[in-house]
């Protein structure tokens, strides 16, 4: 049957102890030393057979320690047991019955609590190794095994008078395929006492632990592991593992919100759109387009959609313009390099040419000044070029644009086209449209 548990007495600078009858308990049965034949591997990797077994003997050697520490604490009370019974009876001691009395004194105190911390230690430990031998131990299963552990573990807090010297214990730190088992495979009874120890041992550590095991016996691992490597504790590995596979989840989510607009176009509905008609911005804030080109839409709460082109280029565009394209996005980012604004001069070239029709009806410009506004030609951007002392080459370069569509490049793109004129020119182009809003503004006033 079960042990019968008396109230908890103290000693003297030690923990509290439990009483704990008969002297045959339960112990044996609860703590078993695993062997090589219940650990069963897989055929696709036998490689891992001797690893198991390196696994498996450090496991063992924390049974075998946390057994002979719960013998201890047996003998202790059994020990307690009898000086009480002695009290009691209230009889006069020998010199051999002191000697008796002092041996029994000294075996009935508990351990340190530098001890009671080395076995919780332990068992720490031993949940983490459980956790990496768990693929590969047949019987006992899991849960069992874990049952086992959580049996002394229980008594270990009742015997410490609560889960406070359990619960502060740091190192070693538990790993995070460690918790998740606990989680999915402990007992209800079992979970209780395993929440009750707090965070340092129901959360994960995001750094290797560095605790090294000292057994009782004296036995270390090996230096070199089956392979002939240097042996290297199971559960850093375990930790060193675990934060390789957080940061190939880093890299697999990083990768996730380049392509955010493209895998969540079902759960959130379109974000990318087809313009119908061509667009020549007509200042700075719009985005010209062309008919066909995609656009992601960032904000479509008012009447002019802010949008983004697949150049990094935002600006608004109007909504009457766009429609919904679902099954489309962007292409493959391409670099910002020469030849990517080059094709953008050729764009907004396409743009002149098909708005050239539109301002033929208002008659030929023949500007009489270097000014330029939104409707001026390419030939006005050449003149202007050419009267504010470009090089031939800035001429030959942006002459192609007309006025809106030059007034629409940012000084990073004129910079990249014109690495010695890039930042003049958009230095000119600033004063140029201050001047136009002045005007404008004048307009207004007038009217």
Not at 141 to 151: Q, T
Not at 272 to 278: M, W
Request: proline share 6%; glycine share 4%; aromatic share 8%.
């Amino acid at each position: 049957g079960r042990c019968q548990q008396t109230p908890p007495r103290s000693c003297p600078g030690g923990p509290q102890v439990l009483e704990l009858l008969p002297k045959n308990s339960l112990w044996v049965d609860w703590l078993f030393i695993l062997n090589l034949g219940q650990v069963c591997v897989s055929r696709r990797n036998v490689p891992s057979l001797l690893k198991c077994a390196e696994l498996v003997e450090i496991l063992n050697h924390c049974f075998e320690d946390l057994e002979k520490f719960i013998a201890r604490l047996q003998q202790a009370a059994e020990a307690k047991s009898i000086l009480d019974q002695r009290s009691k009876k209230k009889s006069r001691s020998t010199k051999k019955g002191s000697k008796e009395s002092d041996f029994l004194t000294k075996k009935a105190c508990p351990p340190s609590e530098e001890e009671f911390t080395s076995i919780f230690q332990k068992i720490k430990y031993s949940l983490c190794l459980l956790h990496r031998l768990q693929a590969s131990i047949a019987q006992p299963s899991p849960s069992e095994l874990l049952h086992h552990v959580f049996l002394p573990l229980q008594l270990l807090v009742n015997t410490t008078g609560g889960t406070t010297m359990a619960a502060s214990v740091v190192s070693p730190g538990m790993t995070k395929g460690a918790v998740a088992m606990l989680q999915n495979d402990l007992t209800a009874e079992n979970k209780q006492l395993w929440t009750s120890l707090g965070t340092n041992w129901t959360s994960p550590w995001s750094v290797a632990s560095t605790y090294t095991p000292v057994f009782l016996d004296g036995w270390q691992p090996p230096k070199c592991d089956s392979t002939g490597k240097i042996f290297q504790d199971p559960i850093q590995l375990q930790f060193k593992h675990e934060a390789a596979m957080e940061r190939q989840q880093t890299r697999n989510d990083n990768l996730l919100v380049l392509h955010f607009k493209n895998s969540l176009n079902s759960l959130m509905g379109t974000k990318y759109y087809r313009c119908s008609y061509d667009f020549v911005a007509r200042n700075n804030s719009e985005l010209s387009v062309l008919q066909g080109e995609i656009l992601a839409v960032i904000n479509s709460t008012k009447r002019w959609w802010k949008c983004q082109n697949n150049y990094d280029q935002i600006g608004f565009v109007p909504y009457n313009i766009l429609e919904p394209a679902p099954d489309q996005h962007f292409p493959e980012k391409p670099k910002v390099h020469l030849h990517t604004l080059f094709h953008l001069l050729q764009t907004k070239r396409k743009l002149a040419e098909k708005r050239a029709s539109v301002h033929e009806a208002d008659g030929p410009s023949t500007p009489t000044s270097p000014q330029l506004n939104y409707h001026s030609q390419p030939t006005e951007v050449k003149a202007w070029l050419t009267a504010k002392g470009f090089s031939q080459e800035a001429v030959h370069s942006l002459g192609i644009l007309n006025a809106a569509q030059l007034f629409s490049l940012t000084e990073e793109e004129l910079s990249t086209v014109l690495p010695e004129e890039g930042s003049s020119v958009y230095s000119n182009i600033l004063i140029e449209k201050a001047l136009l809003e002045d005007i404008r503004k004048a307009s207004e006033q007038q009217a």
